[in-house]
């Protein structure tokens, strides 16, 4: 995800918000918008990464479970139709 436009949408003194939209390529049909939030704490640096499903398929839940499969916490949103990604 590296070469998709990424946009600052958020920062502070310990944080910054990046967005961007990742749409149908040829081999890839699907749409969703994705977040990443770095922010420093008293243990560290923690990235929270947000993805928002805006096709709504069960083959892209499938995809992400399986792309983001990593160490420690990993948080994947698939809504059942669009919605805003909300923090918290």
Known sequence: MRWLDWSLVAHDEASVT????VRPQPRYEWQFDLQVIYALNPVGLVMTCRA?????????AREFTNALDADGPTVIVVPTKPQPAHLG
């Open 18 to 21: 990046l967005t961007c939209a």
């Open 52 to 60: 928002v499903n805006v096709d709504s398929t069960e083959k892209l």
